[in-house]
């Protein structure tokens, strides 16, 4: 075997299979769409539940304000999060986060610290803590969660739900629906589509407002853009202790032979930033939310350059026991919303707090 080469992506099929065939209406998703008739019917139903009060919804206490998306995989909702919660906390109020913890071994309620593993609360919350100080709380009951979060910190005095969009039993006021460069992708709902719900669905907040993790708008939805772009790059140990990425360092890397690892749902995007960065990197897929049980590259590779999200399950400590030759490198993303998406979130706020200053 050549140790040059890294392993093959350890993608999951079907994933991938899905993922592609989503994009447009073929064989595949064809023979699928009588199951989305009927995924689409059992949506509806509950949905118009839920708008009927039946079940009803329960109110936290707080303010609420839902980060999700519509379409299935990564479409940017970790960054919005953290960009929504940097914002409010410039603007005076005490944000915390509720979020399911995806791909966690557990399904109770349990805080976030930072030296919690990443498989017991997700890698996402656990980079939503570490990137942003806020407090957070994983469960899936994400009313417990809430009631949890605020037991702890009673000081909160606004509620972000990181995923909750379809979440409807819990309350809340300000819907952000996340789009990228997909869209709908071919319009359908799972599994012959990527939908989990029409990208019209009424929403179930007084403001929803549509955020485009894309350089254009991929839907007919009317939203805000996004700059999205590296904020450069931090050797490992010095990502784990706070400090901040620099675009020297990720400059630094150009010219060298650099396996660009990375499982996040759409890998190739993070592939495509670095190289637009002046890099050349070989590319090692993995599947979304892998959790690195074993270090996937071989032995003998030099420099490796991870995501943030890969980064939270790859302790410092750890790397330089098992692989003590290879220096990994952390790539954080710089994700900034126009300035009209945050001015329509203080205004739908703003009745909710009428102290806030402007």
Known sequence: MNADRPRAPVRAPLETVLTRHWLKRGPLACALWPLSVLYGAVVAVRNAGYRLGLPGSEPAGRPVVVVGNRIAGGAGKTPTVIAVLAHLRQRGWRPGVVSRGHGRAADGVQAVRANTPAGAVGDEPLLIHLRSGAPVVVGRDRVAAVRALLAARPDIDVIVADDGLQHRRLARDVEVVVFDARGAGNGWLLPAGPLREPIDTPGGAAATLVLYNAETP????????????????????AWWQGEPASTAALHALRGRPLLACAGIAQPQRFFDQLRSAGLEVREQALADHADFAALPWPADTRDVIVTEKDAVKLPADRVLRERPGTRIWVAPLDFSPEPAFFAALDAALAPLSPRREG
């Open 218 to 237: 991929s839907t007919p939805l009317a939203g805000y853009g996004t700059r999205r772009s590296l904020a450069g790059a931090a050797a490992l140990a």
